[in-house]
Structure formats: structure tokens, C-alpha cells
């Protein structure tokens, strides 16, 4: 497999690899390479199905994709990575970190979780997923339509007319057939669930939240109980996309973690 992405070498000692979620790419992750760029170098990544990394007529799995990742880091020369992934990015996140331990320094996982625990509801997760992967390839327009007016984003009702437009420009400019490949091929009805992989990891997470998402609340309260060495930190205000909706404060957090401790 091919990614697609962009390395900052802003000369510092330590680099921050950035996750997108799901029907976006990495420009969806500016705002916080910003915020990170006078601390760290920034290496941002297309996954699979979005931006200009193919999904389609590809044979990966979500682990082999954190195998891609690792690949990159090799070719960099970067033994390590502070590792940040907001939603579908933070599955990826997680993946790559019980992969691949030795090269993870410290990470922070958005709105996240470690997949769904229990195969039967594995399995109507991923019915849901082909009835969605359907939808994207009938009709992306009304998909996003659909998309954006599920409960998990109404908090995001309150962005500028800007941030709204950027987002959504963002959504539409992916390709509806690579978008739909990859939902069936690591989304959340097909990936493995990492629960029981939890309390071997031995490094530092912060699990970030939104106040108003009340789903990814629960998740990862009962995440921070497994996780040996985890912070939790719920953003008032903000809902599923914290990085977005609440960014100074979100910034603010991500910092102090990785470089206070």
C-alpha cells in the first residue's frame, strides 16, 4: 500500500504523527498541526480510502495499515512518534500502538475507542456499515447530508459559518467508491477489538472527550479504568470533534501531555 503524506521537519528532536477521521483526510488535521508545529515535527497521513491514499483493489486489513505506518517512520529515520488520532484515526491510533509499542512514545486518542467487544454486535455493526457503504455509492451528497445530521455532530451546530464549510468541503471532496472501501475493510464491523490489549500498554494515553458526547463518554471512562498509565480529560462544551469545536482548549491539553507529563 501507498500513503499519501506530509512530513514537517521543523527541526525539533520529537514528531507528532496526526490521524483523521473518517470521511476527510489529513487537511482536516491543520488546525492541530499548528498548534504542534513549535514543539514537534509533523508527519500527517492519508488513510486508506481518503485523500490520495487508494483503498480500492487493495488487500489491507487495520493492522497491515499500521504496518504501512511503520514503514513511513523507517523511511523518515523516526525511531519514535508522539501518535494523536481523532476518531476513525484514533482505532487506527490504537492499533498501531499494540502493533507497534517499540515506536510509540506517547499518545493521544479523540472521541475514540478499541473497537466493539461483542461478535454478534461486530456483526450488526457491519450490516449497518454495508447499508452505509451502499448509500455512500448511490448518493454521496445526501450521504453527507444524512452524515452530518446524526446526533453524534449536533454539537458541531455551533461552528462558524467558516469551520462548517471548510469541513464539509472537505467531506465532499473524497472519492465515494475509495470512502465506502474502506469502511468495509476496517471499520468498526470488521476491525478487531483491542479491550483485552489495554492493560498491556504501558505507556503514556491521553483519552480526550467531549462533554456533550455522551457515547464516547462511557467508552472511555471505561478505557482510562484499563489503561495502566491514562489520563482522561472531557472538554466542556464540545462534543464529538474536540479538536475542531473546542481547538484552544483542546491544543492546550495535547501540549501539556507531551511535553509536562
Request: charged share 25%.
Amino acid at each position: 500500500m501507498r500513503f499519501n503524506y506530509h512530513y514537517s521537519d521543523n527541526g525539533k528532536e520529537r514528531t507528532i504523527l496526526l490521524l483523521h477521521g473518517f470521511i476527510s483526510d489529513m487537511e482536516s488535521m491543520a488546525h492541530v498541526s499548528v498548534a504542534a508545529g513549535p514543539y514537534f515535527n509533523v508527519l500527517k497521513i492519508d488513510l486508506p480510502g481518503f485523500g490520495g491514499t487508494r483503498s480500492v483493489g487493495i488487500d489491507y486489513t487495520m493492522d497491515t495499515i499500521g504496518d504501512g505506518i511503520q514503514a513511513i517512520l523507517d523511511a523518515l529515520s523516526i525511531p519514535k512518534v508522539n501518535i494523536m488520532g481523532y476518531s476513525m484515526g484514533g482505532r487506527v491510533a490504537l492499533s498501531f500502538i499494540v502493533n507497534h509499542p517499540e515506536s510509540v512514545e506517547r499518545a493521544i486518542l479523540e472521541s475514540s475507542s478499541p473497537g466493539i467487544a461483542s461478535s454478534s454486535d461486530r456483526e450488526s455493526r457491519l450490516l449497518t456499515d454495508r447499508r452505509r457503504a451502499d448509500r455512500i455509492n448511490g448518493d454521496y451528497g445526501s450521504f453527507i447530508d444524512e452524515w452530518e445530521a446524526l446526533p453524534l455532530f449536533n454539537s458541531q451546530k455551533q461552528l462558524s459559518d467558516t469551520l462548517h464549510a471548510e469541513q464539509r468541503a472537505n467531506r465532499l471532496a473524497q472519492i465515494p467508491k475509495e470512502v465506502a472501501d474502506s469502511l468495509l475493510k476496517y471499520g468498526t464491523g470488521v476491525q478487531p477489538a483491542y479491550w483485552d490489549r489495554l492493560p498491556d500498554i504501558n505507556m503514556p494515553v491521553l483519552l480526550v472527550v467531549g462533554e456533550r458526547d455522551e457515547k464516547f463518554r462511557a467508552i472511555n471512562a471505561t478505557m482510562a479504568d484499563r489503561l495502566p498509565d491514562a489520563r482522561f480529560e472531557i472538554i466542556e462544551g464540545a462534543g464529538h470533534n474536540v479538536h475542531m469545536e473546542s481547538p484552544e482548549k483542546f491544543g492546550t491539553i495535547m501540549i501539556d501531555f507531551l511535553i509536562g507529563g
